[in-house]
């Protein structure tokens, strides 16, 4: 699987951003998909995922904030971030099965 993540950049306080990432693979609708954080010097972590089904769980660190959704028909999740912080600068990177992104850069601007 072939995933490439779109729409990052620079944010300022309570920001909002959305990413994208578009997968080539023709069974899409059956995996499930995440997104995945990580900062300098940190750990990669886990921030949202969207099974098949449509069900969702979050990082306790954006629930209420972020939102991930799917679009089956063009082979697409989204990552909706509203109330941006400045914790939230990280490379943000699509994962599905093991199969990961390039990335896309959120930046928190002063």
């Known amino acids: 699987v072939q995933l490439v993540e779109s729409g990052g950049g620079l944010v300022q306080a309570g920001g909002s951003l959305k990413l994208s990432c578009a997968a080539s693979?023709?069974?899409?609708?059956?995996?499930?998909m995440s997104w995945y954080r990580q900062a300098p010097g940190k750990q990669r972590e886990l921030v949202a995922f969207?099974?098949?089904?449509?069900?969702?769980n979050y990082a306790d660190s954006v629930k209420g904030r972020f939102t991930i959704s799917r679009d089956n028909a063009k082979s697409t999740v989204y990552l909706q971030m509203n109330s941006l912080k400045p914790e939230d600068t990280a490379v943000y990177l699509c994962?599905?099965?093991?199969?990961w992104g390039q990335g896309t850069q959120v930046t928190f601007s002063s």
């Open positions: 693979t023709n069974i899409f609708r059956l995996i499930q």
């Open positions: 969207i099974d098949r089904g449509g069900s969702t």
């Open positions: 994962n599905a099965l093991t199969c």
